[in-house]
C-alpha cells in the first residue's frame, strides 16, 4: 500500500509541475518586435533595425514607430526579409509616427523572421547628448493572420544614444601670462595659478593644444 501511495503522489507532483514547464516555454517564444539600439554623434546618419522573433504566423501588419522629430529626420525606410517589396505601402516620411505597413500578396501566412525595416535617421547637429526613443506601437486589428484573427506581440523599444563630448586634458608649459589676463582654450581645463585668479573661456580656433603643449 505504501508503494502505491508513493507512486500516485508521485504521478500528481508530476502533473502539478506540468504547467509551470508549459508556463515557462510560452514565455520563452514570445512573439516579439524589437527597435535597435544604436549611437550616433550629432550631425551624423544612423540606422536603426526593427526585428521580429518567434513570429507565429502573419497576413499583414501596420506598426507605428514614434521618434523625436525635433532630433532626428527620417530620411528613409529600408524593407526587410519578413515582406516582399511588392508587399509594402510606403509610409509618409515627414509625418510621426510613421507606419510600417505590409500586406501579403497571396492567401497565406508568413513566418519569416529576421529583419521587418531599417530606419534611417539624420540626427540633429544641435542634438543635446543623451538618449532618444524609438517607440513601437499598435492597435487592435493592426497585426492579424490570413483568418483575420490578432496577432499579439511583445514590442521593445530602441533609442538613439548621442553621446557628450570626451573630456580632454592638457598641460600649458612655456607661457607666460599677465595676472588678470584673459586665456582663452578650446577645451575646459584645471589651471594652477597658485594665489592668483584667472579667468578661462572657451572658442573654438583659438587656442590648439598639440600633445598637451600650447602651440
Do not use: H, Q
Request: charged share 20%.
Amino acid at each position: 500500500k505504501k508503494r502505491v501511495v508513493s507512486l500516485v503522489s508521485a504521478i500528481a507532483m508530476a502533473i502539478t509541475m506540468l504547467p509551470s514547464a508549459s508556463l515557462f516555454a510560452s514565455a520563452a517564444s514570445e512573439p516579439t518586435i524589437t527597435a535597435e539600439s544604436v549611437e550616433a554623434k550629432a550631425g551624423e546618419t544612423v540606422s536603426v533595425k526593427v526585428t521580429m522573433e518567434n513570429n507565429p504566423g502573419i497576413w499583414g501588419a501596420d506598426i507605428r514607430v514614434t521618434y523625436d522629430k525635433s532630433v532626428l529626420t527620417l530620411d528613409s525606410v529600408t524593407n526587410g526579409e519578413i515582406f516582399g517589396a511588392g508587399e509594402v505601402t510606403a509610409g509618409d516620411l515627414s509625418k510621426v509616427p510613421y507606419v510600417l505597413s505590409y500586406a501579403r500578396n497571396d492567401f497565406s501566412d508568413t513566418n519569416a523572421n529576421g529583419i521587418v525595416a531599417t530606419l534611417n535617421f539624420t540626427v540633429s547637429a544641435d542634438a543635446e547628448p543623451g538618449d532618444y526613443a524609438v517607440t513601437l506601437s499598435y492597435t487592435a486589428g493592426d497585426i492579424t493572420n490570413m483568418a483575420f484573427e490578432d496577432v499579439n506581440f511583445e514590442l521593445v523599444a530602441g533609442k538613439i544614444t548621442v553621446p557628450g563630448e570626451a573630456s580632454k586634458t592638457g598641460t600649458i608649459t612655456g607661457a607666460t601670462i599677465d595676472v588678470g589676463a584673459t586665456l582663452t582654450i578650446n577645451y575646459y581645463a584645471s589651471v594652477d595659478c597658485e594665489d592668483d585668479v584667472m579667468k578661462i573661456t572657451s572658442s573654438s580656433g583659438k587656442v590648439t593644444v598639440v600633445e598637451g603643449v600650447l602651440d
